[in-house]
C-alpha cells in the first residue's frame, strides 16, 4: 500500500464549477498535511499547508480527519488556470522527517 | 537570494556513464531533500540532510545513488552505472526548520535526465 494515495482523475470541470480531491494516508504518527500545485513540466509549488480546524484560502479549502487519516481539498468557482496536478502532501517524523507526496490528481478546468 | 538552483537542468547520457547533479539551497534553509519524478507520478523520496547530516535515506535508493552536503550548504547527487530505469526529473527542494515555514519545501526547476 502506498503511503500517500490520490485518485489520479483527471477530472474535467467547466468554468465556475466547485471540484474536490481527497487523499488517504497510511502513518499514523504523519505530522503535518500540504497541498502543493504542479503546472506541466514544472515544479510543484506549496498551494496551502492543511490544518486539523480545517482552513480556507480563498476559493481553496483544505480539511483533515486524522481519525480517518484523510485529506480534501475544495476547490470553488474554478478557473481556467486552476488546471494543474494537485499534490497530496504529509510530513512524518519517525526518527527522521520524511515528506511523502501521492501522485497527484490531474484537474483541467474547461471554458 | 533567488530560490532553489539546480543544475544542470538537462542531462543527456548513455547507459554506464556516471552522472553527478547539484542543487544550492535557499540559503537559510538548513533542510534539503531530493526526490525523482516521472511521468505521470508524484515526486517519489530519495533522501534528505539537516545540515551535512544525511537523516533519511529511502530503501528504493540503490547503492548506485549517492548523496552528498559536505559545508552543509550545496548538494550533489551522483548515480553511477547509469540505466535507463534511471531516466526521471531529480528534484532538489529545501525547507527551514523554524517560523512559520518550517516544513515548507521549496523546488528548484530540477534536473532532467536522459539515460540513452
Known amino acids: 500500500r502506498k503511503e500517500v494515495e490520490q485518485d489520479p482523475g483527471p477530472f474535467n470541470v467547466p468554468e465556475g464549477a466547485t471540484v474536490a480531491f481527497n487523499c488517504t494516508y497510511s502513518?499514523?504518527?504523519?505530522?503535518?498535511f500540504f497541498w502543493y500545485r504542479q503546472d506541466c513540466r514544472k515544479e510543484p509549488k506549496l498551494l496551502m499547508s492543511v490544518y486539523s480546524s480545517g482552513n480556507e484560502d480563498g476559493r481553496f479549502t483544505a480539511q483533515l480527519n486524522r481519525a480517518s487519516q484523510y485529506i480534501s481539498l475544495l476547490i470553488r468557482d474554478s478557473k481556467l488556470s486552476d488546471s494543474a496536478t494537485y499534490l497530496c502532501v504529509v510530513l512524518s517524523n519517525t526518527g527522521g522527517f520524511k515528506t511523502i507526496f501521492g501522485a497527484g490528481t490531474r484537474l483541467f478546468v474547461k471554458a | 537570494d533567488t530560490g532553489v538552483s539546480q543544475d544542470p537542468r538537462h542531462k543527456i547520457t548513455k547507459r554506464g556513464q556516471n552522472v553527478t547533479f547539484r542543487c544550492d539551497p535557499i540559503s537559510e534553509h538548513n533542510r534539503l531533500y531530493w526526490y525523482r519524478q516521472t511521468l505521470g507520478q508524484g515526486p517519489e523520496f530519495l533522501t534528505y540532510?539537516?545540515?551535512?547530516?544525511?537523516?533519511?535515506k529511502s530503501r528504493l535508493l540503490s547503492d548506485r545513488f549517492s548523496a552528498e552536503r559536505p559545508k552543509g550548504s550545496f548538494s550533489t547527487l551522483e548515480i553511477q552505472r547509469t540505466e535507463q530505469g534511471d531516466s526521471a526529473m531529480y528534484l532538489c527542494?529545501?525547507?527551514?526548520?523554524?517560523?512559520?515555514?518550517?516544513?515548507?519545501?521549496?523546488f528548484g526547476a530540477g534536473s532532467r535526465l536522459t539515460v540513452l
Open positions: 527542494a529545501s525547507s527551514p526548520t523554524t517560523n512559520s515555514g518550517a516544513n515548507v519545501l521549496t
Open positions: 502513518n499514523s504518527a504523519s505530522q503535518s
Open positions: 540532510f539537516q545540515n551535512e547530516a544525511q537523516l533519511e
